[in-house]
């Protein structure tokens, strides 16, 4: 029988890899180099999709770099647009938890093709709340629409999660019949 | 897991959202009272931490926090009257995050999830009661009109580098702090297969006396 460890230490190992993952990541976000290579190209890779999407519903879509002009509501998209915040936290969640590196990798992959896809919705989303009120498109774009993003994101995670304890809990189960 | 808590963890995604846009649709109601502690809380720490003597007039919100500071300067200059603002829309985010993250996880008990949440809560408050200051100071050392005597935050960080992280920084606190708040009290602390009981999350109740014994004959 392997002795208990106490879930104290788990917890502390688990913060402890999320700081260090997210504060990589997040350190990644603001280095020049990675800027360069990494994080502009796919914030361009984002803002092309969103064009592509907007296209495929039949609107008039201009792009010029980051910035998409959609039936004339023109929206650029900065660092906060681009869900590398969302990305980051997922990959930071997913590794401090305690799946096997198999579901890990899993994991990561079908997560950020769904957080991939939410902040998409999202960014679309945007250029709808931006036919309204300045006001109104302030609240959404700087609480409900980050918001919306982390909490499906988290939910992601949980899920993916309390899938991983379900077969360990069948396992003991089965162990114990 | 039994059929009732799989359909819980299917409610997660309805519920999720809803409490979302609940929290969201409150916080215009919270937000005056709640940025006004955290302004008016840094208010107080200003002045032990300013290296001139440093009077805190007023703290206002209007769509950011605004501060009116009358500064004394150590060389009997006539004193100075300074008006930083600091963004605020970001404080808004972490609480209804953290809030909505907590009322949404399935399969833990009222009593537990409240006290936790509150715990939470505080911790997150201070956290923002830090930012705030850290944003304060850092904007007085940096604006080079404003002849600021310093302090001690801006001592020790780099102003050049703040302006560099600041958004990041501001976005650190408001989505990174709540999520790892919600983690570490709530989701992490799991047991793992292997460690000598079944795998439990400490948030959910004890198994009863009478499920122990059921258990300890189906090993027998």
Known sequence: ?177 | MCARQKQRWRWLWIRLPAVAVGCALLWPLVRAPYVLHVGRTCGVVIPILSHAEVRVNDVTLSDRLQFDLTVRPPDNSPPLRLKPAIRSALYGLGLITFIALVLALPDVPWRRRVTRALLGIVVLHVIQILTGLFDVFMGLAGDSKVPWPGDTISDLFPVERYFETRDYLSLLVAQVMPVLLWLVIFVYPIRRKGTGAAPRRPHQSRPSERSRRRSQRMTR
């Open chain 1, 1 to 177: 029988m392997v002795p208990r460890r106490p879930s104290l230490w788990r917890t502390v190992r688990a913060a402890g890899i999320f700081i260090v993952v997210a504060g990589v990541w997040f350190w990644s976000l603001t280095n020049t180099f990675s800027l360069e290579h990494l994080w502009d190209p796919f914030t361009r890779f984002v803002a092309a999709t969103c064009a592509g999407i907007f296209r495929l519903l039949g609107a008039d879509v201009l792009m010029l770099g980051d910035t998409l002009n959609v039936n004339g509501t023109s929206l650029t998209i900065f660092f906060g647009c681009n869900g590398l915040e969302a990305h980051g936290l997922y990959l930071a969640a997913i590794l401090a938890s305690a799946m096997s590196w198999r579901r890990k990798l899993t994991g990561l992959i079908v997560g950020s093709v769904a957080v991939f896809a939410v902040n998409l919705a999202r960014v679309c989303l945007l250029f709808v709340a931006a036919g309204f009120d300045e006001e109104v498109f302030h609240y959404i774009h700087t609480v409900v629409a980050p918001l919306v993003v982390i909490l499906f994101t988290m939910a992601f995670f949980l899920w993916w999660d309390s899938r991983d304890v379900r077969k360990t809990k069948a396992a003991v189960a089965m162990a114990l019949d």
